[in-house]
Every structure is written in structure tokens, then in C-alpha cells.
């Protein structure tokens, strides 16, 4: 299965975000760049998705706790 786009709720920091489920990456963009995180699960990517806040999502779920590369 190739990554997926993921339907998200305006933001003002996330712009975007894609998940791919045979690698676990999930990738987001920001307003400061775009970022890669591996070993994310599919439920926890999708409750990113489905989150009120993406942003606060983001820093208290994925952040800290998957490694990252910073992709642009």
C-alpha cells in the first residue's frame, strides 16, 4: 500500500499530512518545514487525523517519542 494523504481539519501549523502503513512513517508539513516520523502506528496516525488540534497533537503523541528526519 503507498502513502496516503490524510484528510485533516484546518490548522494553523500543520498544512499537511500523509501516512504510509507498510512503513509506519508518518509525514507532516508545517509552516516551518516538513517532517518525516518513522514507527508511527495506524491508529495513532489516524487519531492525529482526527484530532481537534493537530498541532498539540503532534507535540504531546509524536513528538519525543518517534524519531524523525527533517525532509524540507
Do not use: W
Not at 495513532?44 to 519525543?64: E, M, N, R, T, V
Request: glycine share 6%; net charge negative.
Amino acid at each position: 500500500m503507498a502513502e496516503q494523504a490524510l484528510n485533516l481539519k484546518p490548522s494553523r501549523n500543520v498544512q499537511a499530512a500523509s501516512y504510509d502503513p507498510d512503513t509506519q512513517k508518518l509525514t507532516v508539513s508545517l509552516n516551518g518545514g516538513a517532517y518525516c516520523y518513522e514507527g508511527v502506528s495506524a491508529e495513532k496516525a489516524q487519531a492525529f487525523a482526527d484530532a481537534d488540534s493537530h498541532g498539540s497533537f503532534l507535540h504531546a503523541q509524536i513528538k519525543g517519542q518517534h524519531q524523525y528526519t527533517k525532509i524540507s
